[in-house]
């Protein structure tokens, strides 16, 4: 009813009633034509009764009352039915410069934000240094993890990693199970990666979250971080994934150096990768 308010005729193509009009907003007989659906029906949806409805229907209703795509999924949520894929809203779509900022304040620990593909968006500088983050290399972190031999001779625990990295994956596919850029991204890694295809084939699922990672680094040696994976709410075609070091061989000292003047030259010209 709050929303149906906030509608005036005109915004719905409707003639304005003026003065006969004893509540602002739309009428549910109105909302009711525009969707295309019986006025009774509509009455009862508002009053939560126990109706069949289909994601078309509830898709009208949407168009009708003009609600944002969080309040469209709202409202499949309140129908008892699976919401669709989260969408950006138009007034957080410039929120890149605020989130180059916030992973820029990770330093110098490395940060960085991929898409819903996992394509690397953007990446501070201790990724670069710690990770093998650079121009030229995979821009898919899913590619890189299978594909690129610096990340793979850096993470020591590859092998124990790789599994819950592909469920991960296959999770973020099931969001959005028709989207050809999913099977884009599996079809290329498949032919590049036989350990990758083994995986894929096992099915296995798993929310992202946090993982421990042991990483051998040319000049500081071993490090220890816990990798977390952190969902934008206003950009959801976004993530966040923030390495925090852990205590093990003062992994944060290091990670110190290589940020400073001193470390950045040391790591020039690494002895191996």
Known sequence: ???????????????????????????????????GVGVSW????????DITVSPQVLDSVARVLRLTAIERRHLYVLAG??????????????????????????MPYPAHIMDCYWNTVMFNDAAGAVLGMRAGSPR???????????????????EKI???????????????????GFQAVVEEVMASSEEFAVLWNQRDI?????????????V??????????????????????????????????KLEWLASPEGRRGSLYPLAV
């Not at 929303?3 to 409707?14: D, F, H, I, N, Q």
């Not at 509509?42 to 009764?49: A, S």
């Not at 071993?222 to 976004?238: I, K, M, W």
């Open 1 to 35: 009813m709050s929303r149906r308010a906030r509608v005036t005729p005109g915004e719905a193509g409707l003639p304005d009633g003026g003065a006969r009009r004893r509540t602002p907003g739309l009428r549910r007989e109105e909302v009711a034509v525009l969707a």
């Open 42 to 49: 509509y009455q009862w949806l508002e009053q939560g009764r």
């Open 81 to 106: 039915l699976n919401p669709p894929a989260p969408q950006v809203h138009p007034a957080a779509a410039d929120m890149c410069d605020g989130l180059r900022r916030m992973i820029d304040a990770w």
């Open 140 to 158: 898919n972190c899913l590619i890189t993890f299978f594909t690129d031999p610096i990340y793979r001779a850096r993470n020591k625990q590859w």
């Open 162 to 180: 790789a599994p819950l990295v592909v469920a991960q994956f296959r999770a973020a596919c099931s969001e959005c199970p028709d989207d050809e």
């Open 206 to 218: 798993a929310p992202a979250g946090q993982v421990r990672k042991e990483l051998q680094h040319p």
């Open 220 to 253: 500081v040696g071993t490090l220890y971080v816990e990798s977390t994976h952190l969902r934008v709410p206003a950009r959801p075609d976004l993530a966040i994934v923030l390495q925090t070091p852990l205590p093990e061989t003062d992994t944060a000292a």
